[in-house]
């Protein structure tokens, strides 16, 4: 029995494998909120800091690796096939790194920069702090190719007719705080869809899913792929 699945993916997943979430404990990088890095005009008004807080994070990549639960989706995805797609929140590398071929970055990706100039997008694993050379224009305006508040997510075409096709929606690792990504839910639902959450405690939008579990991602995904593996067989 194939079915057609959407995963949702957010910082949590990420969390065993040391990378910080962005609204558990203070919240807070050096100080700031991710409301102050995170924006457009944060971004015009102080490049250096934001260029920092990428940078750092950049860098931090390097030092970790898929957990638990990015190799269970990596693995579901050998049973489902073209039946599953992983929309992730997170501008890291790790479900790639896990082994899942199909993931939306709709947040933008930390090895990508976009030029403000030109538009263009280059594969990019080094500082953008120190104001290098666009590849495409020359011009010394790339920027991190994430998506901050107030700007259009990447792939919302794709995702859209992904959740109106899917026979279940899966949220993983997400607080539900930020939109369009938490109005996914309903969207889904309301196409038909069931609907699950595996968070480590109630998001903000846990209501709104049929069912929910609630634990570290790294033991609920590979319990929750083995059930789904169970059925499939
Ligand atoms: C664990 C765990 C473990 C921990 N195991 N779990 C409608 C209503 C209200 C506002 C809006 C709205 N529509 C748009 C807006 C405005 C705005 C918005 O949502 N504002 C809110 C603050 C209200 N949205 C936008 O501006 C978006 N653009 C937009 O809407 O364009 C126009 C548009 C209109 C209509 C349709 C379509 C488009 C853009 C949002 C961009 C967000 N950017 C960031 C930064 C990206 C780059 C970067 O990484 O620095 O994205 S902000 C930050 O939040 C980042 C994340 O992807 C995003 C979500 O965070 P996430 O992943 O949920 O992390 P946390 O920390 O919040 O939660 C972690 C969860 O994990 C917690 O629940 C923990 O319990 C759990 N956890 N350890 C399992 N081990
Ligand atoms: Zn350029």
């Not at 102050?36 to 005009?41: F, G, I, K, L, S």
């Not at 109005?183 to 709104?208: C, I, Q, W, Y």
């Amino acid at each position: 029995m194939l079915v057609k699945v959407v995963v949702l993916t957010g910082a949590g997943i990420s969390a065993e494998s040391g990378l910080a979430t962005f609204r558990d404990a203070d919240g807070l990088w050096q100080g700031h909120h991710v409301d102050d890095v995170a924006t457009p005009e944060a971004f015009h008004r102080d490049p250096a800091t934001v260029h920092r807080f990428y940078d750092d994070r950049r860098r931090e990549l390097r030092s970790v690796v898929p957990n638990p639960a990015h190799l269970a989706l990596a693995r579901l995805e050998q049973v489902l096939g073209d039946e599953l797609l992983v929309v992730t929140q997170n501008v890291d590398d790790l479900h790639e790194r896990a082994g899942s071929r199909r993931v939306v970055h709709m947040h933008g990706e930390l090895l990508s920069a976009l030029c403000d100039s030109c538009q263009g997008r280059f594969a990019w694993d080094d500082d953008l702090g120190d104001a290098p050379a666009c590849p495409g224009c020359g011009n010394d305006t790339l920027r991190p190719d994430v998506v901050w508040f107030g700007e259009m997510p990447y792939d919302l075409d794709v995702i859209e007719r992904a959740l109106v096709e899917a026979d279940l929606f899966v949220a993983i690792g997400t607080s539900g705080a930020v939109y369009p990504a938490a109005g996914f839910v309903r969207m889904a639902a309301l196409a038909g869809a069931k609907t699950l959450e595996l968070n480590l405690d109630p998001s903000e939008t846990s209501h709104l899913f049929d069912d929910a579990r609630h634990g570290p991602a790294g033991k609920l995904v590979p319990e929750w792929v083995a059930d789904v593996q169970a059925l499939s067989r």
